[in-house]
Nanobody, 125 residues
Framework: QVQLVESGGGLVQAGGSLRLSCAAS????????MGWFRQAPGKEREFIAA????????YYAKSVKGRFAISRDNAKNTVYLQMNSLKPEDTAVYSC??????????????????WGQGTQVTVSS
């Protein structure tokens, strides 16, 4: 089992920044690739970013590429999502997830094994 707890969400004005954290406990964190997803009210869950277990490979959704950055610190069992130049359309509940291998389906939320409870990000215009 892997337990994931997100933090760092909140209310921010458009153009601002937030850094989300996802702290992991349980089985060896460094064995897992990690992803960030978001879900806005009335919308489907959306892939945001993913990172390999070593941190050497990252993937981003087109909607956030160049604005968001995913990183991880395996010594701290934590993955981060730095969000810059935030827009009102970034408003959503953001969740982190863990999977043993990203493969070619890292965008598919149903490929991930463990999920956090989510943290709300609200961007005001």
């Amino acid at each position: 089992q892997v337990q994931l707890v997100e933090s760092g969400g909140g209310l921010v004005q458009a153009g601002g920044s937030l850094r989300l954290s996802c702290a992991a406990s349980g089985r060896t964190f460094s064995s897992y690739a990690m992803g960030w997803f978001r879900q806005a009210p009335g919308k489907e869950r959306e892939f945001i970013a993913a990172i390999s277990w070593s941190g050497s490979t990252t993937y981003y959704a087109k909607s956030v590429k160049g604005r968001f950055a995913i990183s991880r610190d395996n010594a701290k069992n934590t993955v981060y999502l730095q969000m810059n130049s935030l827009k009102p359309e970034d408003t959503a509940v953001y969740s982190c997830a863990a999977v043993l291998s990203l493969g070619n389906y890292y965008r598919n939320y149903d490929r991930y094994d463990y999920w956090g409870q989510g943290t709300q990000v609200t961007v005001s215009s």
